[in-house]
């Protein structure tokens, strides 16, 4: 959907992509409010030292496990640690997830059993029939249990949260803006900036706009949606369907997108709506107030992981530092290059950083996805 805020945490700091793409795997969590044996955390006495909290430590070995079971479970994780001082913030994450495990009630490790014993099935599988995954688990000495112990850890922690927040947190959000909970459903042509396949300039302002007032006109005289969504929409996440979203909180979609969903006449055609993703062309065809107690339940759980995000992401940057100790990581080997001329040049194997760090909050406010609609 190209017009909606981003789901996927992505553009902020706080907890790793590669955590959230671990969460991603995980089935729904079913509270079934039996005990599961718990496997014994990785070993830490054996190997060097690098960091030292509160109450415990890490070794370099425990941490190489933790490094292998997310180059396995998020192949992309590689790529991310080698980015200057990613390692660091990993390994200060995986301290505050362990001082928050260490901290969680019998209530949200239970939570978590039946998803762990799902998690569990899949990677013991998926070790036996892949050798490649065997191999990196063999190098770093990852066994399934120390795989299990990981995943309970971060999903427990993460249920541990969730529970902490109190339905009052989630009204306040609806009481800022109880609109952006309004149902609505309408259906809209987008006349993009960019091609949606290569990012590249497609019109120019005053063309798209042009072009959004030409669709405007045809639908105006009857003009088939359908046909016409298909044939000019740059919106991937409608343009088969007639532009249609159907049953919709505005609180997904970009400001100005947003408030013609909010505001503009039910059963008209708008004009066109400017958001950075191009001009959009929209009917409102049903739009209804909801009081917080007709607020679905699938959109206060999102409430609810929002909030929790943000508190542990509030955690790990207030908090945690000053329960860390020590963080001693080794120093990333450089490379001598000879371009056959006699000149040398350092090379530290570290990936291109770009302008985001690859970490990534859920916030209410979440990062707008590059889309359509905003």
């Known amino acids: 959907m190209l017009h909606n805020k981003q789901r996927s945490f992505a553009g902020r700091r706080g907890l790793s992509a590669m955590l959230v793409m671990l969460l991603s795997l995980a089935v729904v969590m079913s509270a079934c409010g039996k005990k599961t044996d718990e496997t014994k955390a990785p070993a830490s006495e054996e190997g060097t030292v690098v960091a030292e909290y509160k109450d415990g430590k890490v070794t370099d070995k425990e941490f190489d496990r933790y490094i292998s079971f997310f180059s396995i479970v998020n192949p992309s994780a590689e790529a991310y640690l080698s980015i200057e001082g990613m390692k660091e913030q990993f390994l200060r994450e995986y301290v505050g997830y362990k001082i928050l495990y260490s901290r969680a009630d019998d209530k949200a490790k239970d939570a978590a059993s039946d998803d762990v014993k799902t998690f569990v099935t899949q990677f ?14 063999d190098k770093a000495g990852l066994t399934n249990d120390d795989a299990e112990w990981f995943y309970r850890m971060i999903i427990t922690v993460m ?34 900036f960019k091609d949606p396949s290569t990012g ?5 302002k005053e063309d798209a706009l042009k072009k959004a ?4 006109a045809e639908l105006e005289k009857g003009g088939d949606w359908a046909a016409l969504a298909k044939k000019y929409s740059d919106d991937e996440g409608s343009k088969e369907k007639g532009g249609l979203y ?6 997904v979609w970009v400001e100005a997108f947003k408030k013609a969903a909010n505001t503009q006449e039910i059963g008209k055609i708008g004009d066109p709506v400017e958001t950075e993703f191009g001009y959009h062309v929209i009917k409102v065809e049903k739009r209804e107030t909801r009081t917080w107690e007709q607020v679905p339940e699938d959109i206060k759980k999102e409430l609810r992981q929002s909030i929790s995000t943000n508190n542990l992401n509030t955690f790990m940057s207030d908090e945690l530092p000053g329960l860390i100790t020590k963080v001693e990581l080794p120093k990333e080997a450089t490379t001598d290059k000879t371009d056959g001329s006699g000149d040398t040049s350092k090379d530290s194997g570290q990936a291109d950083t770009g302008t985001d760090s690859g970490t990534s909050t859920g916030t209410d406010a979440e990062k707008k996805e590059e889309s359509t609609t905003k």
Request: hydrophobic share 30%.
């Open 246 to 251: 159907e049953n919709q909180a505005p609180r």
């Open 159 to 192: 249920e541990n949260s969730e529970q902490s927040v109190k339905d009052e947190e989630m009204k306040a959000i609806y009481d800022k803006a109880p609109t952006d909970f309004n149902n609505v459903t309408l259906r809209h042509i987008l006349i993009g």
């Open 200 to 204: 590249e300039e497609k019109l120019k």
């Open 124 to 137: 013991e599988e998926a070790a036996k029939s892949d050798a490649n995954m065997r191999a990196k688990m």
């Open 213 to 216: 007032k030409e669709v405007k």
